[in-house]
């Protein structure tokens, strides 16, 4: 049996929301919808195939459990014995042995998954029980994927040329531009938790993060696509602060809205948030809001610790602003 945590913030703003996407970005949007919404899901890509998880997928036929962790952490009661279990999770073992590299709670999701029979859901309820978590935490697909897509630009003499690049990391580190991704297997099946904790929202929210292989690939997870698309929930976009170094290199806030649209063209868009500092100098933005019927939502979401972090309270601050406008 699977136990579902709930915030326990008073009065928040809002009630259910689900925020789909992976790792750092993902991490800054639990993050802030902490201190605003009711009930929280979190829905992750399951495509990572590096570091730790990658060598835990290739072993085991297992979700890699990298960006599940990060999650968990992230949604991780605030109390000091809880944080403690949190940074225990994200803790990675150091040295040149056979656990050098790994994180802890890679190994403890793959460990309670084997224990429960190899049901991802009902171990992150259970490590999600041990860390206190204050949100539910939920795999996009219950299969791990494989993301592929076009690359152009790899051969400086014919740059025009599209090759085929398979894997997460090749992906975010082959010099080029990306164009165009899909999922390996091609139809994959939506966690059907996260299709009903879509359709259940009162709002969802996609991004930031690596824009191709932690956003995106959830557009072409068809039954979480049509859970997007029926809800009766707002709908936003958060964008990225800069672009990410490998991925999106020369990518502007309109080119990756663009992207996410031409991924998903029948998913509709309540608003869009993007900070100041990031839409300066963008053309085009708030015309691609308007061909798609949002807002475009501006707000100085930078920490001062980092250019490419968003500061939780000012981001919290956005969505509730977002998520309160009607």
Same mark, same amino acid.
């Given at each position: 049996?699977?136990?579902? *945590?709930?915030?326990?913030?008073? +009065? ?9 996407? %992976? ?14 919404? %009711? ?9 990572? +195939?590096? %570091? ?8 085991? $036929?297992?979700?890699? $459990? ?11 009661? &605030?109390?000091?014995?809880? #944080? ?5 999770? #994200?803790?990675?073992?150091? @040295? ?14 793959? @460990? ?54 398979? @894997? #997460? ?15 390996? *297997?091609?139809? $994959?099946? %939506?966690? !059907? #938790? ?13 991004? !930031? ?55 998903? *063209? ?8 993007? +900070? ?22 501006? &707000? ?10 968003? +500061? *939780? ?14």
């Amino acid at each position: 049996m699977s136990v579902i *945590p709930t915030n326990p913030i008073p +009065d928040p703003v809002i009630g259910k929301v689900v925020a789909l996407g %992976g790792g750092h970005g993902l991490t800054a949007t639990l993050t802030a919808l902490r201190r605003v919404a %009711g009930r929280i899901t979190a829905v992750v890509t399951v495509g990572d +195939d590096g %570091g730790s998880s990658g060598r835990i997928r290739r072993e085991l $036929p297992v979700l890699p $459990p990298g960006d599940l962790r990060m999650a968990l952490a992230a949604l991780a009661s &605030a109390d000091e014995w809880h #944080q403690l279990v949190a940074e225990v999770l #994200q803790h990675r073992f150091g @040295g040149v042995g056979a656990l050098a590299g790994h994180s802890v709670g890679n190994l403890l999701l793959t @460990g309670v998954t084997e224990v429960l029979h190899g049901d991802p859901v009902a171990a992150l309820d259970a490590v999600g029980r041990v860390v206190g978590a204050v949100g539910r935490v939920l795999p996009m697909s219950l299969v791990p994927l494989e993301i592929a897509a076009a690359v152009s630009g790899i051969d400086p003499d014919h740059p025009s040329d599209r090759r085929r690049i398979r @894997g #997460q990391v090749a992906v975010a580190t082959t010099p080029g531009r990306v164009e165009s991704i899909e999922l390996l *297997p091609d139809d $994959p099946p %939506g966690c !059907p #938790q996260a299709c009903a904790a879509i359709a259940d929202a009162d709002a969802v929210i996609l991004g !930031p993060g690596s824009w191709f292989s932690s956003v995106l690939p959830h557009l072409l997870v068809p039954d979480l696509r049509r859970s997007m698309e029926t809800t009766k929930a707002k709908r936003f976009v958060s964008l990225n602060l800069a672009p990410e170094a490998g991925e999106t290199d020369n990518f502007t806030l309109t080119e990756l809205l663009t992207t996410f649209t031409a991924h998903a *063209p029948n998913l509709r868009l309540d608003g869009v948030i993007a +900070d100041e500092t990031a839409v300066e100098g963008t053309a085009g933005l708030e015309e691609a809001c308007a061909e798609i019927g949002a807002e475009l939502i501006v &707000a100085d979401l930078g920490s001062e610790r980092s250019v490419n972090a968003h +500061d *939780p309270d000012k981001y919290a601050a956005a969505l509730r602003a977002a998520l309160t406008t009607k």
